[in-house]
């Protein structure tokens, strides 16, 4: 966004060239201050679209001070020309929060409406018991607790492992919201902590893990019990559940604790899936 403000600024005194260079209705032209007031409100909220009406708002009086007999050229005196400026400046700023909060109430619709259906995602998948992001969220957090990891932490693996598969849906991140303007209670927070870490998963899964030292605890826990699954789900009876897991450790690519941690929890939490 931060390039998007310097280009809002940039319009704006491109504007205020433009009114300088224009030889005759220099006063029709500042209406081209709806543009950046307009681009702001739409696009960075409504902090920044206030600022620039109140930045061409600045600009028109820098150009009034400076060079009063261009405008008032085109006015019937001084106290029209004030009355005109006022009217344009009221109007200017009453557009900039008028657009904002418009596009602001429609962003928390679609972030509500976005939450609610990623609750309703994860209530489902507890309710289809067997099935994969089940049993991904149960060894996840099972290898969690055997880490001994903070609990807020283990309950957003948890829900971490029953929204992964969404996490491989380009239009479901998408429709993720990112605004930090949307309050969340306990439950949304969760969601909202559980999608970043389930995406984070997917990437580590994608790229070398030896190359990705940065990737948190919780996406490498929910990595290797996801690969686990798959591979169990694909052998079915024939490879013993051990086997698994050595096959997950040749591989070397995965932290070495989170697939101790994986093995403890099958051992100690009767979590070896019959395919």
């Keep these: 966004m931060r390039h998007m403000e310097v280009a809002i600024v940039i319009l704006s005194l491109a504007i205020f060239a433009l009114v300088k260079l224009t030889l005759a209705n220099k006063f029709a032209f500042l209406n081209f201050y709806y543009l950046p007031v307009l681009l702001s409100g739409y696009y960075l909220g409504r902090r920044p679209a206030i600022m620039s009406s109140i930045l061409g708002v600045l600009l028109a009086l820098f150009f009034v001070v400076n060079w009063p007999a261009e405008l008032l050229a085109e006015s019937g005196g001084r106290l029209d020309l004030g009355l005109d400026l006022l009217v344009w400046a009221s109007f200017l700023m009453l557009v900039s929060i008028l657009v904002s909060t418009l596009n602001e109430n429609r962003h928390r619709r679609v972030a509500l409406a976005t939450q609610e259906l ?24 099972a290898a969690a607790r055997q880490m001994h990891l903070p609990s807020t932490l283990v309950r957003q693996i948890e829900a971490a492992g029953r929204l992964h598969d969404l996490s491989e849906n380009e239009l479901a991140l998408a429709l993720m919201p990112k605004s930090p303007r949307i309050e969340l209670d306990k439950a949304r927070a969760l969601v909202s902590g559980a999608v970043p870490l389930a995406v984070e998963s997917r990437e580590y899964r994608q790229d070398s893990g030896s190359k ?44 070495s604790l989170v697939i101790a941690a994986i093995k403890k929890a099958l051992t100690n939490d009767n979590l070896v899936t019959d395919q």
């Design 212 to 255: 990705r030292a940065s990737v948190s605890i919780g996406a490498k826990i929910l990595a290797v019990a996801d690969l686990y699954d798959e591979i169990s789900e694909r052998l079915g009876n024939v490879q013993p559940w051990w086997e698994s897991v050595e096959q997950i450790k040749r591989k070397g690519r995965f932290d």
């Design 118 to 141: 990623l609750g309703k995602y994860i209530q489902r998948s507890f309710e289809v018991d067997g099935s994969h992001t089940e049993r991904v969220s149960r060894l996840a957090t």
